[in-house]
């Protein structure tokens, strides 16, 4: 197994990503949220797809390892190539994000599903500067248990259909369980859990 997958296994949910509900989701988006403090969230990242085509969020696990969404870097046939990919760091608006990574390869959950195992690895083409955020292991039940106070940051969009933040925001929600029936909010539960303090 190798070691980054070690850690997804043990932590499950990217909880800070604060990605995008998926399209064609029967679930109600999480939407708004208040800016987050300049430097406040220095392993938080911006992924950049096919030159600003798309985004996603991430979360700085390791030097050079990014968390994100499975679903943010697959295509029908498999990964998107990784020049086809750059991770920001550094910034809480992503007009002013200059701190900026390649990607050298993507590792995509083996039984990936979408939204079943919905986390992906990215490695860096050098190490980033930033503390990482700890993976949160298995055996943390208290931290990522149904009901748990969680805080969600990303730069998604500030009412329901409207367009993505320039400015990182943040928002508190209660961590929901897998099974929790639509319509509900959407899940916080999907994937790897990053997290610092929660």
Same mark, same amino acid.
């Given at each position: 197994?190798?070691?980054? $997958?070690? !850690?997804?296994?043990?932590?499950?949910?990217?909880?800070?990503?604060?990605?995008?509900?998926?399209?064609?989701?029967?679930?109600?988006?999480?939407?708004? #949220?208040?800016?987050?403090?300049?430097?406040?969230?220095? !392993?938080? +990242?911006?992924?950049?797809?096919?030159?600003?085509?798309?985004?996603? %969020?991430?979360?700085?696990?390791?030097?050079? $390892?990014?968390? /994100?969404?499975?679903?943010?870097?697959?295509?029908?046939? %498999? @990964?998107? !190539?990784?020049?086809?990919?750059? &991770?920001?760091? +550094?910034?809480?608006?992503?007009?002013?994000?200059? =701190?900026?990574?390649? &990607?050298?390869?993507? =590792? &995509?959950?083996?039984?990936?599903?979408?939204? /079943?195992? =919905? &986390? !992906?690895?990215?490695?860096? #083409?050098?190490?980033?500067?930033?503390?990482?955020?700890?993976?949160? %292991?298995? #055996?943390? /039940?208290?931290?990522?248990?149904?009901?748990?106070?969680?805080?969600?940051?990303? $730069?998604?969009?500030?009412?329901?259909? #409207?367009?993505?933040?320039?400015?990182?925001?943040?928002?508190?929600? @209660?961590?929901?369980?897998?099974?929790?029936?639509?319509?509900?909010?959407?899940?916080?539960?999907?994937?790897?859990?990053? %997290?610092?303090?929660?």
């Amino acid at each position: 197994m190798k070691p980054h $997958w070690l !850690a997804i296994s043990c932590g499950a949910l990217a909880l800070l990503v604060a990605a995008p509900a998926a399209v064609g989701s029967t679930v109600d988006p999480i939407v708004n #949220g208040s800016p987050a403090s300049s430097g406040e969230y220095p !392993a938080q +990242g911006f992924l950049e797809i096919d030159e600003g085509a798309s985004f996603c %969020g991430g979360t700085l696990v390791g030097s050079t $390892w990014f968390l /994100t969404a499975a679903h943010c870097v697959v295509e029908p046939g %498999g @990964p998107l !190539a990784p020049e086809r990919l750059v &991770v920001g760091l +550094g910034h809480t608006n992503v007009n002013e994000i200059t =701190d900026v990574y390649s &990607v050298t390869s993507v =590792d &995509v959950h083996s039984s990936y599903s979408d939204p /079943t195992n =919905d &986390v !992906a690895m990215l490695r860096l #083409g050098r190490a980033a500067p930033y503390q990482p955020l700890r993976v949160i %292991g298995i #055996g943390e /039940t208290a931290l990522w248990a149904p009901g748990t106070p969680a805080r969600i940051i990303g $730069w998604g969009t500030t009412s329901s259909g #409207g367009s993505p933040s320039i400015d990182l925001l943040e928002a508190d929600a @209660p961590v929901r369980s897998d099974e929790v029936p639509s319509p509900a909010p959407a899940p916080l539960s999907r994937g790897p859990i990053a %997290g610092s303090g929660l």
